[in-house]
T-cell receptor
């Protein structure tokens, strides 16, 4: 049971480049989400999904796209990278059918630097 | 959206001491969780506790939903308890956990 797997662990992009951060989970969780964490701050929600084919915006969605074609995968796409997107990105998943007793499980993060 | 405030922002303890971390939230919640971020950046779920009290070893948590706060108790602290503790709350009717800014704990030997 690998849990939540994020790739890559580190990435450096130039301004204007695009890329996709990968996230996969093997716990059959319906709910998946992406957060970003900036230095000394808490986590801010970018996008989330309550099941395949369903996505919704979080607190800071601008500049990011997501799709959910399978239960297991939830990739995050940066359309045109900007220095303000330099951050650590975390993917997380949980059961969604009931909000009760649904602890959120996190991946180990992707550290992204945009120059 | 819901506001989540944690206190204190920083805490330094000697090994063996006890501590209480507080989380206040601004709205009715159906989901309240505590996390520990270790010095390597990994986020570990400690408690799922929208109401009531739970204990896990030296850690326990209490959420009083009607008064909109949650407390995390750490007893007999160890150096491995160091890191940042986050509270996160989800407003009833939404599926979006909002995180507080965290309490940075340093346990000294």
């Amino acid at each position: 049971n690998a849990g939540v797997t994020q790739t890559p662990k580190f990435q450096v992009l130039k301004t204007g480049q695009s890329m996709t951060l990968q996230c996969a989970q093997d716990m059959n969780h319906e709910y998946m989400s992406w957060y970003r964490q900036d230095p000394g701050m808490g986590l801010r929600l970018i996008h989330y999904s309550v099941g395949a084919g369903i996505t919704d915006q979080g607190e800071v969605p601008n500049g990011y796209n997501v799709s959910r074609s399978t239960t297991e995968d939830f990739p995050l796409r940066l359309l045109s990278a900007a220095p303000s997107q330099t951050s650590v990105y975390f993917c997380a998943s949980s059961y969604a059918r009931a909000a009760y007793n649904s602890p959120l499980h996190f991946g180990n993060g992707t550290r992204l630097t945009v120059t | 959206g819901i506001q989540v405030e944690q206190s204190p922002p920083d805490l330094i303890l000697q090994e063996g001491a006890n501590s209480t971390l507080r989380c206040n939230f601004s709205d009715s919640v159906n989901n309240l969780q505590w996390f520990h971020q270790n010095p390597w950046g990994q986020l570990i779920n400690l408690f799922y506790i929208p109401s009531g009290t739970k204990q896990n070893g030296r850690l326990s948590a209490t959420t009083v939903a009607t008064e909109r706060y949650s407390l995390l108790y750490i007893s007999s602290s160890q150096t491995t308890d160091s890191g940042v503790y986050f509270c996160a709350a989800e407003r009833t009717g939404r599926r979006a956990l909002t995180f507080g800014s965290g309490t940075r704990l340093q346990v000294q030997p």
